[in-house]
Nanobody, 118 residues
Framework: GAARESGPGLVLPSQTLTLTCTVS??????????WSWVRRSPGKELEWLGV???????YYAPALKGRIHISWDTSRNQFTLQLSSVTPEDSAVYYC???????????WGKGVVVTVSS
């Protein structure tokens, strides 16, 4: 399988960041697979943002609750991250990945650089 992120490289502060992950090699609804978003900011550890499970259930990082929404379009085999009210602290390389039943990554995309700046 493979995953590919797409979305804008520059977002204005206070706006909503929207990124899409296009998956190939199997349906999002395959049993016991989970589809996550993570990010790495300069000088920081990899940060898990949230996940949508093969059932469509979502889980989010507590620090982002209220700002994050993950959805999917199973007809296109895509899942989407929306992060609202962004600030420069949200600047990072964003990755989408498939996780196995233990939530360990199977594979991930090459990442997309997002800068929040006016």
């Amino acid at each position: 399988g493979a995953a590919r992120e797409s979305g804008p490289g520059l977002v204005l502060p206070s706006q909503t960041l929207t990124l899409t992950c296009t998956v190939s090699g199997g349906p999002l609804t395959d049993d016991y697979h989970y589809w996550s978003w993570v990010r790495r900011s300069p000088g920081k550890e990899l940060e898990w943002l949230g996940v949508i499970a093969y059932t469509g259930t979502t889980y989010y990082a507590p620090a982002l609750k209220g700002r994050i929404h993950i959805s999917w379009d199973t007809s296109r085999n895509q899942f989407t991250l929306q992060l609202s009210s962004v600030t420069p602290e949200d600047s990072a390389v964003y990755y989408c990945e498939r996780d196995d039943i233990g939530w360990s990554p199977d594979y991930w995309g090459k990442g997309v650089v997002v800068t929040v700046s006016s």
